[in-house]
C-alpha cells in the first residue's frame, strides 16, 4: 500500500483550508459534516464559502498564507489554484508533523481525500493514491447502488447493543458468532426497513436462545493457484470470517491478503523434506484449535483434495466430530495450463489429460510408465520440477517420444509467470540455463504446441496495443 488507510476523529478540532473558491469549499463542506472547527486563508473568499459558515465560530482570513496560520491545526488542506502555494503549505505543515492534502497533487503532501460513501456511522472510503480520482468516483458510484442507507440504522443499532451482548458472552468468539447470525438475519432486514423496535426485539430475542458456541468448524478452502480473482464466493466468504488461518507455500500472498486481517495466521508449509509441521501435527492442530470454539480456515494452494492431502485431514475431523466444509479451488493443471494458452485436452491433439504426483510418499519416482505413454494423452505433474532429468528418462526409455513437447509453468497464474517450453530430451538443459524454481507445473504433450498462438497473456497484451 502507498498510504495506510485512517479515519480522523476532527470533531471539535481546527483545521487549516488554504483556497476560497469551490474547490476550497467541498472541503470544507466535509471537515462541517465531520463536526471540524475550520480556519480559511485565502487573498479571496467567496460568498459561497462566507454563507456557508455564516453564523458559525469558524475562522475566515482573507489574507496570503503564512505559518502563523499553522498554530493549533490538527489537519491542513492546501486547496488553491496556484501550484506554488499549495507546495508551499505543504512543506510548513509536514515540518510541523501535519497530516496536509493538497488538492490535485497528491506528491506534494502526505495524506490524500478518498471518496467516500457514507452511511453514518457506517462510513465507507477508498482511494487511488491521487493516481486516478475519476475512477475512484466511478467506484464510488458502483458502491452507493449497493449499501442501503439503513445500514447506518443498523449499525447504530448494534452500537446500542454491544453491552448487552457483552454481558452474555464472555468469549470474542461467541461474541462475533452472535453478530454474524443477527447481522445476516431477520433482524438486520427489519433495521434496514427502518422498523427498529421489531429488530431490537429480535436481537434481545436471538440472545436469550443462543448459548455459549463449545466447539468451532474447520473450513478446507481451495485457494487457487496464484491469482486471487480465481477463487470462489464460497471460498472468500469463509476466508474472512475465519479466526485462525492455518496456510500453506504454495498460497499466494494475494489469495492471503484476502482472509480477516485480525485473524491469527500459522504457518504450515511443506517443501520437498522439509515441513514447517508434520502433516500428522497439522491434524491434530485443527482438531485442538476447533474444540477451542474457534472457525479454523485451514488454506491450501490450488484444490486441497488434488495433491493436497486434504482427505487425510477431514478424517481426522470426521473422526473427532469435528464439522467441516470443504470448498474446491482450481487445481494448478487447470489454472496454470489456462493462463499459458495450453488446452489439456484438445480434439486434434489430445483426447484424456492425466495428473500425476511428482514423486510418491516414500520420495520414490516408481510410477506406472506404462500407462503414460499414449501420445493422444496429456501429462500434468505437480511437485515434479527436482525429478524432472528423471521423469523425461523414464518416459523416453519406456517409449514415449524424445521430441514429446513440454512445458514448464513456474508460478502460474501469477504476475510473475514464465512458461518454458522444449522437449523430453531438450528440457533439461532449459531448465539449467533460466534457472528455473519452484513452484512449477510440467505438462507433457502435443498440446504444448499451441502454447505460442493460445497464449492468455500475448493475447492481452495485443488487446491493450
Given at each position: 500500500?502507498?498510504?495506510?488507510?485512517?479515519?480522523?476523529?476532527?470533531?471539535?478540532?481546527?483545521?487549516?483550508?488554504?483556497?476560497?473558491?469551490?474547490?476550497?469549499?467541498?472541503?470544507?463542506?466535509?471537515?462541517?459534516?465531520?463536526?471540524?472547527?475550520?480556519?480559511?486563508?485565502?487573498?479571496?473568499?467567496?460568498?459561497?464559502?462566507?454563507?456557508?459558515?455564516?453564523?458559525?465560530?469558524?475562522?475566515?482570513?482573507?489574507?496570503?498564507?503564512?505559518?502563523?496560520?499553522?498554530?493549533?491545526?490538527?489537519?491542513?488542506?492546501?486547496?488553491?489554484d496556484d501550484e506554488s502555494v499549495n507546495r508551499k503549505v505543504a512543506m510548513l505543515a509536514q515540518?510541523?508533523?501535519?497530516?496536509?492534502?493538497?488538492?490535485?497533487?497528491?506528491?506534494?503532501?502526505?495524506?490524500?481525500?478518498?471518496?467516500?460513501?457514507?452511511?453514518?456511522?457506517?462510513?465507507?472510503?477508498?482511494?487511488?493514491?491521487?493516481?486516478?480520482?475519476?475512477?475512484?468516483?466511478?467506484?464510488?458510484?458502483?458502491?452507493?447502488?449497493?449499501?442501503?442507507?439503513?445500514?447506518?440504522?443498523?449499525?447504530?443499532?448494534?452500537?446500542?447493543?454491544?453491552?448487552?451482548?457483552?454481558?452474555?458472552?464472555?468469549?470474542?468468539?461467541?461474541?462475533?458468532?452472535?453478530?454474524?447470525?443477527?447481522?445476516?438475519?431477520?433482524?438486520?432486514?427489519?433495521?434496514?426497513?427502518?422498523?427498529?423496535?421489531?429488530?431490537?426485539?429480535?436481537?434481545?430475542?436471538?440472545?436469550?436462545?443462543?448459548?455459549?458456541?463449545?466447539?468451532?468448524?474447520?473450513?478446507?478452502?481451495?485457494?487457487?493457484?496464484?491469482?486471487?480473482?480465481?477463487?470462489?464466493?464460497?471460498?472468500?466468504?469463509?476466508?474472512?470470517?475465519?479466526?485462525?488461518?492455518?496456510?500453506?507455500?504454495?498460497?499466494?500472498?494475494?489469495?492471503?491478503?484476502?482472509?480477516?486481517?485480525?485473524?491469527?495466521?500459522?504457518?504450515?508449509?511443506?517443501?520437498?523434506?522439509?515441513?514447517?509441521?508434520?502433516?500428522?501435527?497439522?491434524?491434530?492442530?485443527?482438531?485442538?484449535?476447533?474444540?477451542?470454539?474457534?472457525?479454523?480456515?485451514?488454506?491450501?494452494?490450488?484444490?486441497?483434495?488434488?495433491?493436497?492431502?486434504?482427505?487425510?485431514?477431514?478424517?481426522?475431523?470426521?473422526?473427532?466430530?469435528?464439522?467441516?466444509?470443504?470448498?474446491?479451488?482450481?487445481?494448478?493443471?487447470?489454472?496454470?495450463?489456462?493462463?499459458?494458452?495450453?488446452?489439456?485436452?484438445?480434439?486434434?491433439?489430445?483426447?484424456?489429460?492425466?495428473?500425476?504426483?511428482?514423486?510418491?510418499?516414500?520420495?520414490?519416482?516408481?510410477?506406472?510408465?506404462?500407462?503414460?505413454?499414449?501420445?493422444?494423452?496429456?501429462?500434468?505433474?505437480?511437485?515434479?520440477?527436482?525429478?524432472?532429468?528423471?521423469?523425461?528418462?523414464?518416459?523416453?526409455?519406456?517409449?514415449?517420444?524424445?521430441?514429446?513437447?513440454?512445458?514448464?509453468?513456474?508460478?502460474?497464474?501469477?504476475?510473475?509467470?514464465?512458461?518454458?517450453?522444449?522437449?523430453?530430451?531438450?528440457?533439461?538443459?532449459?531448465?539449467?540455463?533460466?534457472?528455473?524454481?519452484?513452484?512449477?507445473?510440467?505438462?507433457?504433450?502435443?498440446?504444448?504446441?499451441?502454447?505460442?498462438?493460445?497464449?492468455?497473456?500475448?493475447?492481452?497484451?495485443?488487446?491493450?496495443?
Amino acid at each position: 500500500m502507498d498510504y495506510l488507510p485512517l479515519f480522523l476523529q476532527v470533531r471539535n478540532q481546527r483545521c487549516l483550508v488554504v483556497g476560497g473558491g469551490d474547490i476550497a469549499l467541498r472541503k470544507i463542506r466535509l471537515l462541517k459534516a465531520s463536526g471540524a472547527s475550520v480556519r480559511v486563508v485565502a487573498r479571496e473568499i467567496s460568498s459561497d464559502i462566507r454563507e456557508f459558515l455564516a453564523d458559525t465560530d469558524d475562522q475566515l482570513l482573507e489574507k496570503r498564507f503564512d505559518d502563523l496560520d499553522l498554530n493549533d491545526i490538527c489537519l491542513v488542506i492546501a486547496a488553491t489554484d496556484d501550484e506554488s502555494v499549495n507546495r508551499k503549505v505543504a512543506m510548513l505543515a509536514q515540518q510541523r508533523q501535519l497530516f496536509v492534502n493538497v488538492v490535485d497533487d497528491a506528491d506534494a503532501g502526505n495524506a490524500v481525500m478518498p471518496a467516500i460513501v457514507d452511511r453514518s456511522p457506517v462510513v465507507v472510503a477508498f482511494s487511488t493514491g491521487g493516481k486516478a480520482p475519476v475512477l475512484a468516483r466511478l467506484l464510488r458510484q458502483k458502491l452507493e447502488t449497493l449499501l442501503p442507507q439503513g445500514y447506518g440504522r443498523l449499525a447504530a443499532l448494534a452500537g446500542e447493543c454491544r453491552d448487552m451482548v457483552k454481558a452474555r458472552f464472555s468469549q470474542i468468539n461467541d461474541r462475533r458468532y452472535f453478530w454474524e447470525k443477527v447481522l445476516a438475519g431477520p433482524a438486520a432486514e427489519k433495521a434496514l426497513m427502518g422498523d427498529l423496535q421489531g429488530a431490537r426485539s429480535l436481537i434481545e430475542q436471538t440472545l436469550e436462545n443462543t448459548s455459549e458456541q463449545k466447539t468451532g468448524e474447520v473450513y478446507l478452502v481451495g485457494g487457487g493457484p496464484g491469482d486471487p480473482d480465481l477463487l470462489t464466493f464460497k471460498a472468500l466468504r469463509l476466508m474472512q470470517q475465519a479466526d485462525v488461518v492455518l496456510h500453506d507455500r504454495l498460497v499466494s500472498e494475494d489469495v492471503l491478503a484476502l482472509c480477516r486481517r485480525d485473524a491469527d495466521y500459522i504457518y504450515v508449509g511443506k517443501k520437498r523434506d522439509r515441513h514447517a509441521r508434520p502433516q500428522e501435527e497439522i491434524n491434530a492442530l485443527l482438531v485442538e484449535l476447533a474444540k477451542e470454539g474457534k472457525r479454523v480456515l485451514r488454506l491450501k494452494g490450488g484444490d486441497p483434495f488434488i495433491f493436497g492431502r486434504g482427505g487425510e485431514e477431514i478424517e481426522t475431523l470426521a473422526s473427532e466430530g469435528i464439522p467441516f466444509q470443504v470448498v474446491p479451488g482450481i487445481t494448478a493443471a487447470s489454472g496454470c495450463a489456462s493462463y499459458a494458452g495450453i488446452p489439456l485436452t484438445h480434439r486434434d491433439h489430445a483426447q484424456s489429460v492425466r495428473f500425476v504426483t511428482g514423486h510418491l510418499k516414500d520420495g520414490s519416482y516408481a510410477l506406472n510408465w506404462n500407462e503414460m505413454l499414449d501420445p493422444g494423452q496429456t501429462l500434468v505433474f505437480y511437485m515434479g520440477l527436482l525429478g524432472l532429468p528423471r521423469i523425461c528418462q523414464e518416459l523416453m526409455d519406456h517409449g514415449r517420444a524424445a521430441q514429446t513437447p513440454i512445458a514448464l509453468i513456474q508460478q502460474g497464474t501469477t504476475r510473475n509467470q514464465r512458461v518454458f517450453t522444449g522437449t523430453l530430451a531438450t528440457i533439461n538443459k532449459i531448465i539449467e540455463s533460466e534457472k528455473v524454481k519452484a513452484p512449477t507445473l510440467i505438462i507433457v504433450g502435443s498440446v504444448v504446441t499451441l502454447h505460442e498462438t493460445l497464449s492468455w497473456y500475448k493475447n492481452e497484451k495485443l488487446l491493450e496495443q
